[in-house]
């Protein structure tokens, strides 16, 4: 079956540091696929998402590209901030409409000023 | 953004009661629903999937008897814990989705403590 693999946590970086968080995937098809964010003491967002190969989604500062050939949708942002500290998820999905996710285990990221 | 609001935010209840968990679309109609489970430091695992007017569809494993889920309308779905023990204890999210969008929203989730 489908299934998502993050990078383990937890990820502690410093402010202004470049952030990766790996995430590969493996999937039937083309699903599209999505990170998630996790503030303390709130629900899911959707941060970002790409729908087909070579697609980068971008939001905040963040992005993914969709990479079909390493089946892998790593995060990535340039330099991070201490409100960036949260749990990210990566997440996939099949088809379109309200179909349902995929997540991976998430990844818990710290900045510290 | 769509919001999802989830009722009660938080719940202790006593080994053997059932608690209900209510789920609402509040600006959009919602015509599937989701409900997750998420333990500590761990992942979202899916329950079930529930669209309107009709039965749920639960994951393997998931017990439809004592998990109920009843999606009456196009804004609220409700997850009723039936005779719930301590190893139910968890947090409880919700997703609502439309059939011509891709995204779900998600509600802040409802953590339950059975004691």
Redesign the interface.
């Known amino acids: 079956g489908d299934s998502v693999t993050q990078m383990e946590g937890p990820v502690t970086l410093s402010e202004e540091a470049f952030l990766t968080i790996n995430c590969t995937y493996t999937a039937t098809g083309y699903p599209?696929l999505f990170w998630?964010v996790q503030y303390p003491g709130?629900?899911?967002?959707?941060l970002l998402?790409a729908?087909k190969a070579d697609d980068k989604g971008s939001n905040k500062g963040f992005e993914a590209t969709y990479r079909k050939e390493t089946t892998s949708f790593h995060l990535e942002k340039g330099s991070v901030q201490v409100s960036d500290s949260a749990v990210y998820?990566c997440a996939l999905?099949h088809l379109?409409?309200?179909?349902?996710?995929?997540?991976?285990?998430?990844t818990?990221l710290t900045i510290n000023p | 953004g769509a919001v999802v609001s989830q009722h009660p935010s938080w719940v202790i209840c006593k080994s053997g009661t059932s608690v209900k968990i209510e789920c609402r679309s509040l600006d959009f109609q919602a015509t599937t629903m989701f409900w997750y489970r998420q333990f500590p430091k761990q992942s979202l695992m899916l329950m079930a999937t529930s669209n309107e007017g009709s039965k749920a569809t639960y994951e393997q494993g998931v017990e439809k008897d004592k998990f109920l889920i009843n999606h009456a309308s196009l804004t609220l779905s409700t997850l009723t814990v039936t005779s719930a023990h301590p190893e139910d204890s968890s947090f409880y999210i919700c997703s609502a989705g439309t059939a011509s969008q891709e995204t779900q929203y998600f509600g802040p989730g409802t953590r339950l403590l059975v004691l």
Do not use: D, P
């Open positions: 599209s998630y709130e629900g899911l967002q959707l998402k729908t998820f999905s379109q409409g309200a179909q349902k996710l995929v997540f991976g285990q998430g818990r």
